[in-house]
């Protein structure tokens, strides 16, 4: 037995929803295009760039939250085992380093094609989840990046003790 759905194929921009967002926020934000806006989010240690780009063929619309710091060298050795132990445990995103500034980033993407919600609450939704993301490995990457040499080991327990959930702070 085949069901009918009702789906909503047509959906407007949700970077217009977006520029409410951070307007309500007072964030200061420049619409690059037509379909990406890019702002600047503060976090619990630090702010984050965060970039938005929307596709309207398959409607979805990517998220890119960047450290202000990059890695140097000697520390992307060190990437594939780090990002590795990360992004294992994510249930949305994943973070990378981009490819040109080596910052470490968190990108995620969310359709918005069939979905009957208000894209103000779930573009600030998805903000939350990347600034909370960005914030949790905070010291893993600030660890890296701050590493004045190349004798760092991830497989430390240093490493793994940045890398745990934790419940409250000190």
Avoid at 92 to 101: K, L, R, T, V
Wanted: with cysteine; charged share 25%.
């Amino acid at each position: 037995m085949q069901q009918e759905y009702d789906i909503i194929n047509e959906v407007n921009n949700p970077l217009d929803s977006a520029e409410e967002v951070f307007n309500a926020y007072e964030w200061s934000f420049d619409r690059i295009k037509e379909n990406e806006l890019k702002v600047s989010v503060k976090g619990k240690y630090d702010d984050y760039d965060i970039s938005l780009v929307w596709n309207e063929g398959i409607g979805a619309l990517l998220f890119y939250a960047q450290y202000q710091f990059t890695l140097p060298e000697h520390a992307m050795r060190h990437l594939p085992e780090t990002l590795f132990k990360i992004n294992k445990d994510l249930w949305i995103g994943m973070f990378s380093i981009d490819d040109n500034e080596t910052r470490p980033t968190f990108q995620h993407t969310c359709l918005f094609r069939g979905f009957l919600t208000s894209e103000t609450s779930y573009i600030e939704e998805f903000i939350n989840i990347a600034v909370f993301e960005c914030d949790r490995f905070h010291p893993v990457f600030k660890s890296l990046s701050d590493a004045a040499n190349e004798n760092i080991d991830v497989s430390n327990k240093s490493f793994d003790f940045m890398l745990m959930d934790v419940e409250g702070h000190s």
